[in-house]
Nanobody
Framework: QIQLVESGGDSVQAGGSLRLSCVAS????????MGWFRQAEGKEREGVAAIRPGGSVTVYADSVKGRFTISRDNDKKTVYLQMNSLEPGDTAMYYC?????????????????WGQGAQVTVAS
């Protein structure tokens, strides 16, 4: 059984930084994409970033390019989301997700497994 567990959510001031972590369990190898989505209150879940199995390819939503960085450590079965220059508009529940081949990566329906979420709140 695949399980994803996020950590690192917190409340910060605008301009601050946070790093989210997500540990995956249940996989026999590292041949799966990992990603981050977020959902603000009253809004649809949106793709934030994703990283392919080997870590050589990363993709980002336009709204976070240049501010967020996704990375993974396959030995630790962990994916990270480093978030810098945070803005109030980044306030949301952030979800870790994984799938063998999510196409398109921006669609929540393309991903099989989800974590429980980590709340990020950015105060102005």
């Amino acid at each position: 059984q695949i399980q994803l567990v996020e950590s690192g959510g917190d409340s910060v001031q605008a301009g601050g930084s946070l790093r989210l972590s997500c540990v995956a369990s249940g996989y026999k190898n590292s041949a799966y994409w990992m990603g981050w989505f977020r959902q603000a209150e009253g809004k649809e879940r949106e793709g934030v970033a994703a990283i392919r199995p080997g870590g050589s390819v990363t993709v980002y939503a336009d709204s976070v390019k240049g501010r967020f960085t996704i990375s993974r450590d396959n030995d630790k079965k962990t994916v990270y989301l480093q978030m810098n220059s945070l803005e109030p508009g980044d306030t949301a529940m952030y979800y870790c997700t994984s799938d063998a081949q999510p196409v398109p990566w921006t669609a929540a329906g393309s991903w099989d497994y989800w974590g429980q979420g980590a709340q990020v709140t950015v105060a102005s």
